[in-house]
């Protein structure tokens, strides 16, 4: 499944989520946020090289239980999961190549 465009006003629950099977990559943020707006290149550049895993873009802020519920304090977050569990995380990534090593380390 290649790159999500569009954030998603409405969420997973974290019960749909911690079900999932496969990589999944969940990006945290917002549309008018600039550092998620600066993030998209680097993100989009990975994900032309590792197409295998899921991605979930899901708006996030004050409130928001599935964002909270993996402690988001930063946009973008990107929480990288293996079969519904967590195995790595970035938060506001400056490279692309980070973002692909953690692709590569949830569909090994």
Not at 60 to 78: C, E, H, N
Request: charged share 25%.
């Amino acid at each position: 499944m290649p790159m999500t465009t569009r954030f998603e006003p409405i969420e997973p629950t974290r019960a749909e989520i911690d079900a999932t099977q496969g990589a999944l990559v969940l990006e945290f943020g917002a549309p008018w946020c600039g550092y998620c707006q600066a993030a998209q290149p680097l993100i989009e550049r990975a994900f032309t090289r590792n197409v295998a895993a899921s991605h979930l873009k899901i708006e996030d802020g004050k409130g928001r239980p599935l964002g909270r519920s993996y402690g988001v304090k930063l946009w973008p977050t990107l929480v990288f999961l293996r079969d519904g569990q967590e195995v790595e995380r970035l938060v506001r990534p400056s490279d692309a190549r980070s973002i692909e090593q953690a692709l590569q380390r949830i569909q090994a």
